[in-house]
T-cell receptor, first 113, second 111 residues
Framework: GENVEQHPSTLSVQEGDSAVIKCTYS??????FPWYKQELGKGPQLIID?????GEKKDQRIAVTLNKTAKHFSLHITETQPEDSAVYFC????????????FGIGTKLQVIP | DTGVSQDPRHKITKRGQNVTFRCDPI?????LYWYRQTLGQGPEFLTY????????KSRLLSDRFSAERPKGSFSTLEIQRTEQGDSAMYLC?????????FGSGTRLTVV
């Protein structure tokens, strides 16, 4: 089955700086890579995603990149704000079939005001 | 409001008791998933429903666990003879065109 590795497990940045979270996946058949943000006491919420036919996607301060050859994908948050503090999960999914999502271990991001 | 309602939000139970959680998607979704999340970990897949049919179960889902989706709408997850190791957040999600929408989860504490 799919295995997703994520690092770092914790990340502290000053407000206004950038944050980068990196993930790798094992199953070359995976073709959809969502990123979720989880705040305390809540379920994960989708913040951005990328499909395997795209190398990069940006949405305001958030961007994701995908290197299919290396099976790497990354989340970039620019101009971080205190409300970005949360746990971020990368994930991989093979679309079609059961569409089961495999998650990374999570990165706890702390933005220091 | 995430589009998926889970009840209860918190449950504390004594070891050996049975517990049941409910998941109510606000709108119709063919695909429904249950995940378990322990502290400091990502969500782990438990089981998947396509309408009322349970099509896949994880090895994590021991014989003490049972899930149902009788009418293809809401779903229940029951844990019998709870153990301390069952303490976790139980998340329900519905499948969108791509990816999931999660509920806020039920946090189970077994004492």
């Amino acid at each position: 089955g799919e295995n997703v590795e994520q690092h770092p497990s914790t990340l502290s940045v000053q407000e206004g700086d950038s944050a980068v979270i990196k993930c790798t996946y094992s199953d070359s058949a995976s073709n959809y890579f969502p990123w979720y943000k989880q705040e305390l006491g809540k379920g994960p919420q989708l913040i951005i995603d990328i499909r395997s036919n795209v190398g990069e996607k940006k949405d305001q301060r958030i961007a994701v990149t995908l290197n299919k050859t290396a099976k790497h994908f990354s989340l970039h948050i620019t101009e971080t704000q205190p409300e970005d503090s949360a746990v971020y999960f990368c994930a991989a999914m093979l679309s079609g079939g059961y569409q089961k999502v495999t998650f990374g271990i999570g990165t706890k991001l702390q933005v220091i005001p | 409001d995430t589009g998926v309602s889970q009840d209860p939000r918190h449950k504390i139970t004594k070891r050996g008791q049975n517990v049941t959680f409910r998941c109510d998607p606000i709108s119709e979704h063919n695909r429904l998933y249950w995940y378990r999340q322990t502290l400091g970990q990502g969500p782990e897949f438990l089981t998947y429903f396509q309408n009322e049919a349970q099509l896949e179960k994880s090895r994590l889902l021991s014989d003490r666990f049972s899930a149902e989706r009788p009418k293809g709408s809401f779903s229940t997850l029951e844990i019998q003879r709870t153990e301390q190791g069952d303490s976790a957040m139980y998340l329900c999600a519905v499948g969108e065109s791509y990816g999931y929408t999660f509920g806020s989860g039920t946090r189970l504490t077994v004492v």
